[in-house]
């Protein structure tokens, strides 16, 4: 399940941005973007987790520090019907240190290891764990082995390792995903020093050549944002990493349904589909023509056009494309 994923990213991957990446590939396991525990305890649980059946898989990635929240939080995610329980232990932002959980649960072992036995003990889906390989200038790797392990005992089987320290102080989230060097190595020994455990690895993959080399070594591989700037990579996976090439796509076929999703949305939620459609702005990254397309789709003066009207002029050429929208 965790061979290729795509990485939960806050303020991207919505419901919206996995219905569309479901369209690219069938098999790629998904991630909400991280929803804390107060959110789901004090605030509207469906508008946090409402998703459609085509997503699965799709996991849950909460935030938290308080082990019986937690347990709440991913019994609520079980019900909702997500294929997996995730922990966030990586996040370096000011405001989830504020909240005491995020990459600073990494000197906490023990806490990280209460807080997955409180979930395991209560949902039937995997908990899994995402970090980083060390915090702030720690770079001992006996400090994210004697993590691992700490958590490993507490019923955690799966470790999703964003080869890149976090410094909680001094950098800002951007800078904490290009500054601390990466280090994949640090993950692959996780793996021969916990063969029984799921390892997958994340950090500044943008390649197939990338992935295959870690494949050699873990066992899944987690994309971020070149998953979102690039979307259509996505659709070469299932053939490449799941010997299921079943579904021919094309660009124009996805966006086709696309638009059946944002009609769905507008009538059954009242969802506006320019919120939609920020999401698949990559589409036609490379391609002749990719600006003005998203520049179309992007166009806030097209908002009171129904969506198929918008497509109809994402495709057009710009001459005619001038005429239609006088």
Known sequence: MWRMSVAPMMDWTDKHCRFFHRLLSQHTLLYTEMVTT???IHGDVKRHLRFEAQEHPVALQLGGSEPADLAQSAHLGQQW???EINLNCGCPSERVQRGAFGACLMNEASL???????MVDVVDVPVTVKHRIGIDKIESYDFVRDFVGTVAEAGCEVFIVHARNAWLKGLSP???REVPPLRYEVVAQLKRDFPRLTIAVNGGIKTDDVVQQQLNQVDGVMVGREAYHNPWW???WDALYYQDGSIERSRESVEEQMVLYMEHEAREH????????RHMLGLRNGLAGARRWRQVWSDHKLKTLPPHEVMKLARTKPV?????SL
């Open 38 to 40: 107060g959110a789901l």
């Open 81 to 83: 019907g997500y294929d």
């Open 112 to 118: 990280v290891a209460d807080c997955v036995k409180a």
């Open 174 to 176: 951007k800078e904490n």
């Open 234 to 236: 996505l659709a070469s």
């Open 270 to 277: 009242g969802t506006h589909w320019y919120s939609i459609a």
């Open 320 to 324: 005619q494309a001038e005429a239609l």
